[in-house]
């Protein structure tokens, strides 16, 4: 993790808490989004919230804010409560998320 985002997250929510957090998801890092002045701290994502994300995502014309809803409440660890419930942090949120799916580059070759 970067070292300017490890000491915000040490000075808000406590070194000690950090450090548990990553050590309870050992191998996969943490996601952090910042809006502004606001902060969330995210899990990493499984196989099951990647898939209903998914179909979420894919569900009329508020699908992709639902799946976002969805990922960003299913992931929350700590953070200001701003970013879920304002609109205008939710939206800068919202285009972040799909930070928070990416995983591992692979690549699928048909030969």
């Not at 929510?13 to 548990?20: C, I, P, S, W, Y």
């Not at 894919?58 to 700590?78: C, I, Q, S, T, V």
């Amino acid at each position: 993790m970067d070292a300017k985002i490890q000491k915000i997250l040490e000075d808000r929510f406590g070194k000690e808490k950090v450090a548990d957090l990553q050590a309870q998801f050992k191998g996969r890092k943490l996601n952090v989004i910042v809006v502004e002045d606001k902060i969330c701290l995210l899990r990493p994502i499984n196989a099951r919230e990647l898939s209903s994300y998914s179909m979420l995502a894919m569900k009329g014309d508020e699908g992709l804010e639902n799946a976002a809803r969805y990922l960003l409440d299913e992931l929350w660890l700590d953070g200001d409560e701003e970013i879920r419930n304002d609109e205008e942090f939710f939206m800068s949120a919202m285009l972040q998320i799909q930070n928070a799916i990416e995983l591992k580059k692979s690549a699928f070759y048909r030969v």
